[in-house]
């Protein structure tokens, strides 16, 4: 009688133990978004996260109408919480052109989301592919990822341009905070044309060195930096002194004890050398060569669908994201009650990320192996064959090609 009853207690025990989730200290900041990956968060959220962990975020809905409604006040308070927190995982979001203003009755023309919170943050994104086998990168030398690490301030994102409308001069004029007028000819112009001013700061270059040097070291890979410093020889060579000056000051020690090297040169002779390469190094890049970069990389080893991108702050605050858009395309068909096959990875892994990192700050080892778990079972289950539509067309066996929720529903089943 007794034994008995001891067994029923151990066996419910047992039991707890299995159905008990996986327990967070820190609220992740929870950044959502619009279109068809807002569709994508809340069902992986619910299929893939919540059966498996005790979730906790601090929600901030970056959904367009009520970035409207704040008048994008939500936008600022997310990136607060970030500092504040530490570790945000972030949906993709409108950035509204002048269609959109109409489309949803905007009060104003709101600025790019990721702008807001990449100034706010001042950091670097690192950009990786997600490789899985079947589908080969187009470049067949390449064997490991190879992450863009982009400037994520100034450039040509913050210029200032004008039409020239005939015959005049252009120049560049700086007023010093004494009053001190420096004045460069940029061209005397005999009929029309166009003109731009560009500016960067030492200090966002600086911070964007030491965070491509750190996130070198915490991945133990080499370090490519490229800008065009033959040519802009005061613009890009700043960029290229900086990054000498802070490596030599003070990684240049923890690189040679890592075993793994920094290496400059012209973004021409990067672009050859990149093409060449086995992959497996980090590569950085100013604003605009990043941009262009990244989507060229990931192309290149598949899909833009299959892109991760992480947010540095130099002060150690980490931004988790896909590096696509909203899908609008698919969306437009959703709502027309068409099924879509969207793929989710890229978001799966803004979740993995930004849950492996809490649970390295938080010391949860068991948060920590859920997201590798996760992340596993996502690409076993495109490894067995079955996933959307974007990767069947690449993928070089016999591919099953389903919708967004099956996709998700047969990760689901892996991980239970
Ligand atoms: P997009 O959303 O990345 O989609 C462009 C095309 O790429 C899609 O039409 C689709 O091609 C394919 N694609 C992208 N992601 C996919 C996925 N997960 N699964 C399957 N196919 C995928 O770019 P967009 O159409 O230029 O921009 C749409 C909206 O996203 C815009 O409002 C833009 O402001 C915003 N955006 C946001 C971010 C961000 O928040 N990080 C980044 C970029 C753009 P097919 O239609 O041929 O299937
Ligand atoms: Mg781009």
Redesign the pocket.
């Known amino acids: 009688m007794m034994k008995g009853m001891y067994d029923f207690v151990f066996e419910m025990i047992i039991q707890a133990k299995a159905m008990a989730k996986i327990h967070m200290k820190t609220p992740l900041v929870e950044m959502d978004?619009d279109e068809m990956t807002r569709i994508l968060w809340a069902d992986i959220k619910k299929l893939l996260i919540e059966p498996f962990v005790d979730l906790k975020t601090e929600y901030y809905d970056l959904g367009l109408k009520h970035r409207d409604e704040t008048r994008d006040q939500v936008t600022i308070d997310s990136a607060l919480a970030t500092k504040k927190y530490g570790v945000a995982v972030k949906c993709?979001?409108?950035?509204p052109n002048a269609q959109r203003v109409e489309e949803y009755h905007l009060h104003e023309m709101w600025k790019s989301p990721?702008g807001t919170i990449r100034a706010m943050l001042d950091g670097t994104v690192f950009r990786a592919p997600i490789l899985v086998k079947g589908v080969h990168p187009t470049v067949r030398t390449w064997e490991k990822p190879i992450t863009i690490a982009r400037h994520a301030y100034g450039d040509v994102y913050r210029n200032v341009e004008m039409a020239v409308p005939g015959p005049g001069t252009a120049e560049l004029v700086f007023t010093g905070a004494d009053g001190t007028v420096t004045r460069k000819k940029i061209f005397d112009f005999t009929s029309g044309g166009i003109v731009q001013g560009m500016h960067n700061v030492d200090a966002s270059i600086a911070s964007f060195a030491h965070s491509c040097f750190r996130y070198a070291l915490s991945l133990k890979q080499d370090l490519w930096f490229s800008t065009k410093d033959t040519i802009s020889k005061v613009y890009d060579h700043r960029f290229k002194d900086i990054f000498q000056e802070i490596y030599d000051q003070n990684y240049k020690a923890a690189f040679e004890e890592a075993g793994i090297t920094y290496f400059y040169t012209l973004i021409d002779d990067a672009v050859a050398r990149v093409v060449r390469s086995k992959g497996g190094f980090i590569w950085a890049c100013k604003n605009y060569d990043g941009d262009v970069m990244s989507d060229m990389i990931a192309t290149a080893f598949g899909s833009?669908?299959m892109m991760t991108s992480v947010l540095v702050s130099p002060d150690g605050k980490f931004e988790y994201?896909a590096a696509?858009?909203?899908?609008?395309?698919?969306y437009y068909r959703y709502l027309k009650g068409e099924e879509t096959s969207?793929?989710p990875v890229?978001t799966i892994f803004a979740w993995t990320g930004a849950l492996r990192k809490r649970g390295e700050m938080d010391e949860l080892p068991e948060l920590i192996a859920f997201a590798d778990k996760l992340e596993k079972a996502t690409l076993d289950t495109i490894e067995s064959g079955v996933m959307?539509k974007?990767l069947a067309l690449l993928w070089d066996g016999e591919a099953t090609a389903v919708n967004s929720r099956a996709f998700l529903e047969a990760i689901a089943e892996r991980i239970a």
């Open positions: 978004g993709a979001t409108i950035t990721n833009l669908a994201e696509h858009g909203t899908v609008t395309r698919h969207t793929n890229a959307t974007d």
